[in-house]
């Protein structure tokens, strides 16, 4: 990320997930509850240069990337196994504030395309890692689809009824449509008024432009508007909401594929962990025969969220079996280190490409998406900081209100970016065009606390109880 001379900006897209409810598990022995996760998900983003003259919105173009000693402990008294999740009801604490930690990932990802320097300059030892905000999306894709088959597996794999399948899907609605809509209605209407009063034609910070006719409100608020295009550029009137269409389709498929997953739920666990792995492996395999696909490549996004979500739905069937020893809960600590550590070199690998390179930039990042499923899955079984960590009370609010944070940043992003190009005392580099973007992070979580207090969950609620 260098020095900006000029309004550069670059866009990315990221979506975002619903939450699932957990309700039961899989595993029949006896077990010891274990928190588990009201879910998310997720949006994506992809980088993109944009110049332009001081009065007129730049367009997006094609993005590149920039680039303990072991503690003795007391002998404890011995404990009988604890199977991984049972049937216990409520969240996984660390998956919960997994969810936080992916909606920050997009938020410095999409705040880092502001123009001027002074975002750059203040991640510069981070950049890489900032770079990577796209795989926030597919996190939240693999959690998703492990959370929700916790919660459902037995009731539609097992007995299959439309009343369940439809008590899913209404569940699905109340949980993701009500905050989505209001976020999609209010930018819309900002976005048609852009087109009345403005002088440029452009109404979005993408290219093409998003469709505010009738059929693109209808499509629009019915979450289908992703479903027949090979990217994700001009889709969505609020960008990183195409994550949100994916997930719904992924909504409408899941009764069918928890009937396949249930009748291999008891196949060798070494078979089901491999079998996960290969299912969030499409996108990277398509970045090594195809040159600068990267988020915006042609139906990428149907493989991030197919492969994603089903390698979430695999990864439960391996945790749910695995018997939460003291062992277990050691290697699994160490398993996830292993898997950051190994994202982040993916990261720096990715952001160190030349112009030349074989494997673009762009597409490196996808090398990462492999290791989720056992990130994940290692996540739900082990004890020690990282659980620590991510089970703080200030993270798991984070989690909670994680899709607030993922559906208004970009709408506030986009304003300020409006406002630099429109008025001189917020140009690029000035001094409260530097002040300015901070607040556009904190506004962010601000205003996502009150729509998730405020909207998301009253009307999850009131649409629950009806």
Do not use: K
């Not at 502001?114 to 597919?138: E, K, N």
């Not at 990428?300 to 089903?310: M, P, V």
């Not at 290791?371 to 899955?377: A, E, K, N, R, S």
Request: aromatic share 10%.
């Amino acid at each position: 990320m260098g020095t900006l001379t000029a309004l550069t900006t670059r866009t990315s897209r990221r979506a975002y997930d619903g939450a699932p409810e957990t309700v039961s598990g899989l595993s029949r022995l006896p077990t010891m509850p274990l928190a588990a996760v009201p879910a998310a998900a997720s949006s994506g983003a992809t980088v993109t240069a944009l110049s332009s003259a001081p009065s007129v919105l730049p367009l997006p173009r094609t993005r590149g990337t920039a680039p303990t000693p072991a503690v003795a402990t007391p002998q404890r008294p011995a404990t009988p196994a604890r199977p991984a999740v049972g049937t216990s009801r409520g969240d996984i604490p660390q998956l919960t504030g997994l969810r936080c930690v992916a909606a920050v990932w997009v938020l410095l990802l999409h705040a880092s395309y502001v123009p001027g320097d002074v975002f750059a300059r203040w991640t510069a030892p981070i950049a890489p890692l900032v770079a990577a905000g796209p795989l926030g999306v597919d996190l939240f894709f693999v959690l998703s689809g492990l959370v929700l088959t916790r919660a459902y597996l037995e009731r539609l794999g097992e007995r299959p009824t439309a009343a369940g399948v439809w008590a899913f899907l209404r569940a699905r609605v109340a949980r993701v449509w009500p905050l989505y809509a209001a976020v999609t209605v209010v930018f819309g209407l900002w976005c048609s008024a852009r087109l009345v009063f403005g002088h440029d034609g452009v109404v979005a910070w993408q290219s093409p432009q998003p469709d505010l006719g009738p059929w693109g409100w209808l499509r629009q608020l019915t979450m289908t508007q992703l479903w027949d295009s090979r990217g994700i550029e001009g889709i969505s009137f609020v960008l990183p909401a195409w994550s949100v269409s994916a997930e719904w389709l992924a909504y409408l498929c899941f009764p069918v594929l928890v009937l396949g997953v249930w009748r291999i739920r008891n196949w060798p666990l070494p078979v089901l962990g491999a079998l996960a792995v290969v299912a969030a492996s499409p996108i990277a395999l398509v970045s090594l025969g195809s040159a600068e696909s990267g988020e915006t490549g042609a139906w990428a996004w149907a493989l991030r969220i197919g492969g994603g979500f089903t390698a979430g739905m695999l990864t439960w069937l391996v945790v749910a079996r695995i018997e939460r020893t003291p062992r277990v809960e050691l290697w699994a600590q160490r398993i996830v280190l292993g898997v950051v550590a190994e994202t982040a070199l993916v990261a720096y690998w990715a952001a160190s490409a030349p112009a030349s390179a074989a494997i673009p930039a762009a597409d490196r990042l996808w090398f990462a998406v492999p290791m989720f499923p056992v990130l994940l899955g290692a996540l739900c079984l082990a004890r020690g900081g990282v659980v620590r960590f991510l089970s703080h009370p200030r993270l798991q609010h984070g989690g909670r209100i994680s899709y607030a944070i993922y559906l208004v940043h970009f709408p506030l992003i986009e304003i300020t970016v409006v406002a630099m190009t429109r008025f001189p005392a917020l140009a690029p580099n000035s001094s409260l065009a530097a002040l300015a973007v901070p607040h556009v992070l904190v506004g962010s979580v601000l205003v996502a606390h009150c729509a998730y207090r405020w909207i998301e969950e009253p009307a999850r609620g009131a649409l629950t109880r009806r």
